[in-house]
């Protein structure tokens, strides 16, 4: 029980409930001055944006995100969707190596021994 209460998991779940009353008081007030379809999309809309403003900050906390990484982060995102065979460059093949001698080959059976046992390297 008492590794529950450590500091990390202490500060994660004043995290997570800090966020939970900023979420519930933002809905709380588009629910009061909206009537029911528009407050409806502008609960999904208020959710998305502060979804990716905590990723945001959680981001840069990490190091990981900086202001001038936002083209890198729409480059990464246009990479998930692309086709295999496209994001395939002529630069970037993939190297066979025999499991037997170490010789490098891209055919089935290696040039030197024969064998059909490969590794990627």
């Known amino acids: 029980m008492n590794s529950f209460f450590s500091k990390t998991n202490r500060e994660l ?3 997570q409930l800090k966020w939970l009353a900023v979420f519930m008081a933002i809905g ?7 009537e029911f379809p528009i407050d409806l999309i502008m609960l999904i809309i208020a959710f998305i944006l502060i979804n990716i403003y905590k990723t945001r900050i959680m981001l840069k906390k990490l ?3 900086n202001d001038g990484d936002v083209r890198d982060i729409r480059g990464f995102i246009r990479s998930l969707f692309k ?3 496209s994001s395939m460059d002529s630069t970037t093949s993939v190297r066979y190596y025999c499991m037997s001698c170490g010789n490098e080959h891209r ?14 390297g």
């Open 63 to 65: 190091g990981i995100f």
């Open 13 to 15: 779940f004043l995290y």
């Open 83 to 85: 086709s295999p065979s």
């Open 28 to 34: 709380f007030i588009i629910i009061y001055l909206f």
């Open 107 to 120: 055919e089935i059976a290696c040039a030197k021994c024969g064998s059909k046992m490969k590794r990627v």
